[in-house]
């Protein structure tokens, strides 16, 4: 069961979903309040049911999960499931009173740190941060990759950026320019087949959301804005979550689509037939879209395929010739 919060006001993150956890009656008190005050979309654990599935869903699903009870509980819990830093879940431990509450894994880049902090205020908890950049309030390239909707290519850079940091000297940066015309710290870039493993390198477009859109020919501005505005707001996504526009390369001149990138101010991201028609995940199949195109569904397969893989929000939708899909980030 999911409790849908959507209608809180007070804070209002209407596409994250979040497992919550508890062994006691005062755990469950807690976990209420929480509920009741922030406007996520809320998993509740069923207690008496198998602790260690509810875990590992949200390992595979790669949504939040808040324990309330012992840190011990927890870390034996999802033992089992942690693997990589940049892809494991935040794990998030709060005590049965609300009095602490404890990032566990994925501080940073999975967003655990800010979640915390976002808790304890809304339960008047005390937020026990431990990640070293955070508490000597030095420069994260991880918060600095998740806040800026960017994946980290190669980890090792992390650690280097990360102690030079906290030694107090300036990070610099390049976006786009490959190789960057003096030596920086990070390359922010949308190809980073040459940065090799000398600099931290992020690339554009891995996490947040993206709208996919195939349309016949002609549709105007007017009309595919109309459209995206009624999808958008009939599933609760407001457009500043949206990072970027998809679609397959032979609509790249397609008037309303150009014009409606370039009035929202977003990207504009294209993929040939063969791409997209090779992007994994279970997409809805048009015979008469293959025809035309050359591959099977344009909108759901170009979302997914801008950000590197992710998980439909919003499934193809149909409207007088035009499809809009929005996808999500893992």
């Not at 808040?66 to 935040?90: C, E, H, M």
């Not at 994260?140 to 030694?167: M, W």
């Not at 014009?259 to 992007?279: A, G």
């Amino acid at each position: 069961m999911v409790a849908d919060l959507n209608n809180k006001e007070k804070r209002n993150d209407k596409t994250t979903i979040i497992r919550i956890c508890y062994f006691t009656d005062k755990g469950e008190d807690l976990a209420k309040r929480i509920v009741d005050e922030l406007a996520y979309r809320f998993v509740p654990y069923k207690r008496g049911t198998p602790i260690m599935e509810f875990c590992q869903e949200a390992f595979q699903e790669k949504t939040p999960l808040v324990f309330i009870g012992a840190v011990g509980i927890a870390v034996r819990t999802i033992s089992p499931f942690v693997k990589d830093k940049l892809q494991d879940p935040p794990i998030i431990v709060i005590d049965e009173l609300g009095i602490h509450v404890i990032p566990i894994l994925s501080g940073h880049y999975g967003g655990a740190n800010e979640l915390s902090v976002e808790i304890a205020e809304a339960i008047d908890g005390i937020p026990i941060i431990t990640t070293a950049t955070d508490i000597n309030n030095a420069f994260s390239v991880d918060v600095f990759a998740r806040e800026k909707n960017l994946r980290i290519i190669n980890r090792e850079g992390i650690a280097k950026v990360s102690t030079k940091a906290l030694t107090g000297k300036p990070i610099t940066i390049s976006v786009k320019h490959y190789p960057p015309k003096e030596n920086v710290d990070v390359i922010v870039t949308d190809d980073v087949s040459d940065c090799g493993k000398s600099k931290l390198a992020l690339s554009f477009i891995d996490s947040g959301m993206v709208m996919g859109i195939g349309c016949r020919r002609g549709k105007s501005y007017e009309e595919l804005r109309a459209f995206m505005e009624e999808v958008l707001e009939e599933n609760n996504i407001h457009i500043k979550d949206i990072m970027a526009i998809a679609t397959i390369d032979i609509k790249e001149s397609e008037e309303g689509i150009v014009k409606l990138s370039r009035e929202l101010s977003l990207p504009l991201i294209t993929f040939d037939s063969e791409t997209l028609q090779e992007t994994e995940g279970d997409y809805s199949s048009s015979d008469f879209v293959r025809d035309k195109t050359g591959v099977d569904n344009v909108c759901e397969r170009a979302a997914v395929a801008a950000l590197g893989g992710g998980r439909l929000l919003v499934k193809k939708i149909a409207k007088d010739g035009m499809t809009i899909a929005v996808a999500l980030g893992y």
